[in-house]
């Protein structure tokens, strides 16, 4: 069964802090996807990256960077020169294949940016 | 592109009374998806369709939850009799499938937050 653990339930950190929201996995598929979303307090569930598991690079989108280390079963976030506007909870989700399996999600990691 | 659309957003309901959430997706999107998510949890997956064939609904509670996507466009959820662990937002997704675009990614709705009293 794939099975998603986010450790950190709240951070709190101070505008313009570095920040990384951990992510480990469990699934016995040979090929499966790595997601992270993105809920603001208003609710909707915002697609912020997919991954491949045979793509274990790096991949940075302008704050916005995630590490993929297939060896600890990992996916994490880090959000650079943290902004109020990045307060949300932030999901890890696996999926088997998109479009046709649906998300396991993990319990979700709130975020919380101070001024 | 429009977005995933549901409606409504919010609904109070007293336990043993009965409840319809509707969901329109994304033009061209084939699959639909159901989640609940319960206050402090990830989202869980009730039921998947795809057009109007059921795919999954190995955790959709039977006895109280139905599901149907007539037409393989709008889909509705409805729990009958509600119980107070029904309280929970219910969020609607669709994507393509892998074939149909590059892009096949989950879009989600807005929800529709739930409360039983």
């Known amino acids: 069964a794939q099975k998603v653990t986010q450790a950190q339930t709240e951070i709190s950190v101070v505008e313009k802090e570095d920040v990384t929201l951990d992510c480990v996995y469990e699934t016995r598929d040979t090929t499966y996807y790595l997601f992270w979303y993105k809920q603001p307090p208003s609710g909707e569930l915002v697609f912020l990256i997919r991954?491949?598991?045979?793509?274990?690079q790096n991949e940075i989108s302008g704050r916005y960077s995630w590490n993929f280390q297939k060896s600890t079963s990992s996916f994490n976030f880090t959000i650079t020169a943290s902004q109020v506007v990045d307060s949300a909870v932030y999901f890890c989700?696996?999926?088997?294949?998109?479009?046709?399996?649906?998300?396991?999600f993990g319990k979700g990691t709130r975020l919380s940016v101070i001024a | 592109e429009a977005g995933v659309a549901q409606s409504p957003r919010y609904k109070i309901i007293e336990k043993r009374q009965s409840v319809a959430f509707w969901c329109n997706p994304i033009?061209?999107?084939?699959?639909l998806y159901w989640y609940q998510q319960i206050l402090g949890q990830g989202p869980k997956l009730l039921i998947q369709f795809q057009n109007n064939g059921v795919v999954d609904d190995s955790q959709l509670p039977k006895d109280r939850f139905s599901a149907e996507r007539l037409k393989g466009v709008d889909s509705t959820l409805k729990i009958q009799p509600a119980k107070l662990e029904d309280s929970a937002v219910y969020l609607c997704?669709?994507?393509?499938?892998?074939?149909?675009?590059?892009?096949?990614?989950?879009?989600f709705g807005p929800g529709t937050r739930l409360t039983v009293t």
């Open positions: 989700a696996l999926s088997e294949v998109p479009g046709n399996t649906p998300l396991v």
């Open positions: 997704a669709s994507s393509r499938v892998p074939g149909a675009g590059e892009d096949y990614e989950q879009y």
């Open positions: 991954r491949n598991s045979f793509d274990e």
């Open positions: 033009s061209g999107h084939a699959t």
